[in-house]
């Protein structure tokens, strides 16, 4: 006789998220025992406290439905581990692995129910006998602690990691997820989470910008198209076959696919996005709603280290990844003029003449700074030794006789040498280098532009000094932007001691970049106006060079009003903290993210006394802008603000401390040069937009065109992380030279 209530084998989710969350409800409504393991500590009280509720039909209305669920944080947890759903963030995948490795039963096994490629990393810390590999799809938001968003239907396929036949605890596995909806069983698994990567691309791509994920895509899908092509460009030379899913049909976004069939998969795919409850991504829920960072980075870790060794370029996919970490902390930068910039890089370059390099100079080139590679990094030691903090004269003073001595025993002497004195900041330092072997045309001097302020204060040096860890160099300016400059003189120095062309050079370094250049922008621009273009040996961005840069302006809301005895005589006077909030609200329509314009009012000052009618407030106010247009719009909206009260006053003080850095036809071309330059020493180059300034701003906007972010590979720019590559040294100094040696014969 058979049990009527037959015990069904229970399940430990970790990460009751949007899928850990939907799969636990499901499972424990069919009457399987579920454990749910999370770190929110809020979710975990709600989940105790009224079960796990799922809501249906939108977050207003519809209806909800909970059940109950053990639920614990992972510092709670007592027993061991069996059948694991292992739904974390993808970043967040080897903390999960520390808590789970100890508590894993022999024969249990950890289901990888998670955006991304993370089966291998499990299958390294636990064993691939106890990894399940999986690909999810489902469409749900966490929207209060304790209840799930159902998004709508979705896809799961299980399967057993590397293609291996499908196997009982699969089966079983796939028969208890029918409780949720469609799963199925696959011995190509692989083939999915290529496809998912593809689609997952574009709809991380949507959260660029503030709209719904359908219109964006199909809005912008050249991009969309660019952007799948570049990841099923790897797929295609690892072997994988892709598989469809949902309404996604992976095969018309390869490269090279018919025209018409692309648009029809598109309009198909859209129509779908159009019908379901959740109309925006997970990725734009954390950057707007839970301000957390994104894991499309390390989603996409994978495909950039494949197409990295097939020596594929993934330009889009770099540039959608580094516009989501810029918009960590900051999504009111979210703006679809980020999206019309994928659909620019997305379009068929122009055709270029060739280099007038070979690859076997180019290759002699690299060789020679790979031997030299020691020789930089001491110097680099050496450089980041100098403390040069933008607020010590004394110390830049310092600094910049280091820079003297060192640039006449790597160079030599200069042709002319010029040192413009600054009574409030760091002197200009300005070499000329005459060409060598040139056949170009134009004679005109390349600028080499650098700084050497960093923004770390004197004495930091004692407590964080240069430090070199095979690969990773750490330190104070050595990423912004020390490095940049060491480069930029090897670079010299291979082409020398190659007896290759290089073309006449300026090498201009200022002492306030990190303040705002205000004591330099003036002799940047008049340097500028009579040179060939600029190569700014600014850092890079996630390796990309920078084709794009927002403008800054830094402005101050100054009113004056009435004092008067707020209790005595509340009539008498005019409150200029009341004045000023009527001002900020209309500072606040002049907002535009669409058009890539944000205005933060980010100080307020006012009154004297609770009891007094404030005589004085002050606003202070960061507005970035994305073009000219913007600059100007702004500019005359500020300059026409008039008082609402009739006896208050407003004054407007402060200006715009850089230009937008606009990818002019000069910075195209430019950035072509590079990219192609790049082919020849055999890597990718790709190129981004930022929203962070430098000096290549003032450049550009008086006409000369710039390469900038020529500089440092690394990150942590301004932060205690802040580090840099022994190899991104020897690889970008190559590059530099190649370029100097391209452009002395163009």
């Not at 314009?597 to 009891?611: H, I, P, Q, Y």
């Not at 002050?618 to 507005?623: E, K, L, T």
């Not at 913007?630 to 850089?658: F, I, S, Y």
């Not at 890597?683 to 006409?703: C, K, T």
Request: charged share 20%; hydrophobic share 45%.
């Amino acid at each position: 006789m058979k049990d009527a209530h037959p015990v069904r084998p229970g399940y430990t989710v970790v990460g009751a998220g949007a899928i850990g969350g939907t799969l636990a409800f499901a499972l424990a409504r069919a009457g399987h025992p579920v454990t749910v393991v999370d770190t929110d500590r809020t979710h975990v009280d709600a989940i105790r406290t009224r079960g796990l509720v799922v809501a249906r039909g939108g977050t207003r209305g519809g209806t909800r439905e909970s059940v109950p669920v053990t639920a614990t944080t992972p510092d709670e947890f007592t027993g061991t581990l069996h059948r694991v759903l292992l739904a974390v963030k993808a970043q967040a995948t080897g903390t999960a692995l520390d808590w789970i490795a100890p508590r894993l039963a022999p024969d249990g096994y950890v289901v990888s129910l998670q955006n991304g490629f993370n089966e291998s990393l499990i299958a390294q810390r636990l064993g691939a006998a106890r990894t399940v590999a999986a690909f999810v799809n489902i469409f749900a938001d966490v929207i209060e602690p304790g209840v799930i968003l159902d998004g709508g239907a979705g896809a799961l396929v299980i399967g057993e990691p590397d293609g291996g036949p499908v196997s009982p605890r699969v089966r079983d596995l796939v028969a208890h997820l029918h409780s949720w909806g469609p799963a199925v069983a696959s011995d190509n698994v692989e083939g999915y989470l290529w496809a998912k990567a593809g689609f997952g691309a574009m709809l991380a791509a949507t959260a660029l910008a503030d709209a719904p994920m359908a219109d964006l895509i199909d809005r912008h899908r050249p991009a969309m198209a660019a952007l799948t092509g570049e990841i099923f460009a790897v797929s295609d030379r690892l072997g994988v076959t892709l598989e469809a899913f949902d309404a996604f049909e992976p095969h018309p976004f390869r490269r090279g696919a018919d025209p018409a069939a692309q648009d029809a998969a598109f309009d198909r795919l859209t129509a779908w996005l159009r019908t379901q409850t959740k109309d925006r991504s997970g990725i734009w829920r954390d950057l707007a709603v839970r301000h957390r960072p994104v894991e499309a980075p390390t989603h996409y870790t994978e495909v950039f280290d494949h197409a990295a060794r097939e020596g594929l370029p993934t330009p889009l996919l770099h540039t959608v990844v580094t516009g989501l970490r810029q918009l960590e902390g900051a999504a009111q930068n979210m703006s679809e003029s980020r999206l019309d910039e994928l659909d620019r890089l997305a379009q068929p370059p122009a055709p270029s003449l060739p280099l007038p390099l070979g690859a076997e100079q180019a290759d002699a080139v690299r060789q020679w700074l790979d031997a030299h590679r020691e020789d930089m990094v001491a110097d680099l030691a050496a450089y980041a030794s100098q403390g040069s903090a933008s607020d010590d004269l004394d110390a830049l003073d310092s600094c910049l006789g280091w820079l003297r001595d060192w640039l006449d025993r790597r160079l030599g002497a200069p042709d002319a040498e010029e040192t413009l004195a600054r009574e409030e900041a760091g002197d200009i330092l300005v070499r000329r280098y005459s060409a060598r072997g040139t056949t170009a045309q134009d004679h005109r001097p390349v600028l080499l532009l650098g700084h050497y302020d960093t923004v770390w204060p004197t004495g930091t040096l004692d407590t964080w000094p240069f430090r070199r860890e095979g690969d990773h160099i750490t330190g104070p300016g050595v990423f912004d932007m020390k490095a940049g400059l060491v480069q930029a003189v090897w670079a010299l120095r291979a082409l020398d001691a190659l007896d290759l062309p290089r073309p006449a050079c300026t090498v201009m370094l200022n002492g306030d970049e990190e303040t705002g250049s205000l004591a330099s922008r003036d002799a940047i621009v008049e340097e500028a106006r009579d040179s060939r273009l600029a190569m700014v040996f600014e850092a890079a961005a996630d390796g990309a060079i920078k084709t794009a840069r927002k403008g800054v302006g830094l402005f101050t809301v100054t009113v004056t009003g009435v004092e008067a005895h707020a209790g005595l005589d509340p009539t008498a006077g005019a409150s200029a903290v009341d004045e000023l909030a009527h001002q900020i609200l209309r500072l606040t329509d002049l907002r535009a993210p669409d058009a890539g314009t944000s205005l933060n009012v980010g100080v307020v000052e006012g009154g004297t006394r609770s009891n007094v009618t404030a005589g004085h407030a002050v606003g202070r106010i960061d507005i970035r802008v994305a073009t000219a247009a913007e600059q100007k719009r702004l500019g005359d909206a500020l300059a026409a603000l008039r008082p609402v009260g009739p006896r208050t006053r407003v004054e407007v003080t402060g200006g715009w401390n850089r230009p937008v850095f606009e990818r002019t036809e000069g910075v195209a071309a430019l950035a072509d040069l590079a990219r192609r330059c790049a082919a020849l020493l055999g890597h990718d180059l790709p190129e981004a937009s930022v929203g962070g300034a430098s000096d290549g701003n003032f450049v550009v906007a008086q006409g000369t065109p710039v390469l900038d972010g020529i500089g440092a590979v690394g990150s942590g720019a301004h932060a205690r992380s802040e580090n840099t590559s022994v190899q991104g040294m020897v690889t970008r100094a190559a590059l530099a030279a190649t370029i100097l040696a391209a452009l002395a014969r163009e």
